[in-house]
């Protein structure tokens, strides 16, 4: 991967559709579920951000500090959705489809730090 083209990381890609994916769903709430909405929103956005800001560091060892913070905060992605569970406004279904695209990632973020780490 070339450390200048933020568009063609694979990664990164995959955050991207992850964040589409939870604003299509969380966009289209009432007011009610606001807080609830506010918190996805805010994390899913953590997940890309901080895959795009490790990258532009071009630094190995920050841009595998910034993916783990990328992965702490698709962990904390789960936490909201399985709020939105718990609280009946998607169901069980929406949530494990979701989440198995979070661990995918999840995945993908774990060998691109182990990949950062063979090239230092």
Known sequence: MSMHNLQTFEVYQNALKLKRNCFKLVLPLDYKQSILTYDIVKTVKSVSANLAEG???????????????????AYELIDHLDSLLVAEIIDKQTFQSLENEIISLIKRINGYIRYLKSQK
Do not use: V
């Not at 990258?55 to 905060?73: P, V």
């Open 55 to 73: 990258h532009g560091r071009y630094s190995y060892q920050e841009f595998i500090r910034f993916c783990r913070i990328s992965r702490g905060s």
